[in-house]
């Protein structure tokens, strides 16, 4: 006779309604000891004033572009982007195997503060709030220009993620294309928006409230959870309340709130391990591409690599690149260890 299924104990796979997949997860994983690699323990960054880099008030950039003196947030364009912003012409060809287009587009960089020090959780909220609203401006801005049909805005925080230099910044790729897995969550947001009248996250965000298993942070306007299909240990996502479906229909007031949530929740990320805590974060919304999208609803991901300390990371290889996702710690588990870690960052305790 079989035993009784617990999803804290047994094997199982969870759905991801927003890019149609599943991934793995494996609870009676997390009792294994670790022999694998250790990350060096991310340190903080001391000086409010570095003038080595490249991204401080003043300072000359590696083409030789000489920064502003500014206060706050500055935004310019990438000197080293992906993406060319001049058109070319192209003759298309029909082959089935080899498909090949010219991709169009600005790739811009955004320094949150002049102050070289900080990253947002030990920011103020009207610090982050001018952050959010050069977002919305950016958005708008890039989003108008013809040939751009979709704005994606992240942050890749510490060197574990890539990251090359400690200043608070985060970067916009804009571009004519639509990107695949942008196209896949608009696809399955359509499908059910159709199928129900109501944006996907609206039904999955009342149902979270309802279970209250998973919410780590909520205010007025937005709420931060770990979703039920996480992939990341520490994954996280930031949804809107009302389904707006891009920053522009943010108010003053939404984005005071963001702000506040995006501080908690990455000063409760710091907390954890008590270190900076690494990751990539970015916004989906809308594409900008003249039609309506009732069918978005304002999101914010958050995929963080550590697992289980400052020094052990998770690893997408073998089964993840060959088959689907899987995790070893339960969303849950990591829902109430994000809960219980304070929103008071601990170089203020």
Partial sequence: MSNSFNSKNHPHRRYNPLLDEWVLVSPQRAKRPWQGQQEEPLTSVQNQYDPQCYLCPGNSRINGVQNLQYEGVYVFDNDFGALLSEGVSFDKTEDELFKIEPERGINRVICFSHDHSLTLPEMSVDAITKVVSVWKEEYQNLGELDYINHVQIFENKGAIMGCSNPHPHGQIW??????????????????????????????????????????????????????????WPFETMIISKKPLNSLLAFSHEDQALLAQILKDLTTKYDNIFSISFPYSAGIHQAPTDSESHEEWHFHMHFYPPLLRSASVKKFMVGYEMLAEAQRDITPEQSAEILKKSSIVHYKNK
């Fill in 174 to 231: 804009a571009q004519s294309s639509i990107p695949s897995q942008v196209v896949r969550t608009q696809q399955n947001l359509k499908n059910y928006y159709d199928k129900h009248g109501k944006t996907l996250l609206s039904d999955y965000l009342q149902r979270e409230i309802e279970i209250n298993e998973r919410i780590i942070l909520e205010n007025k306007a937005f709420v931060a959870l770990v979703p039920f299909w996480a992939t």
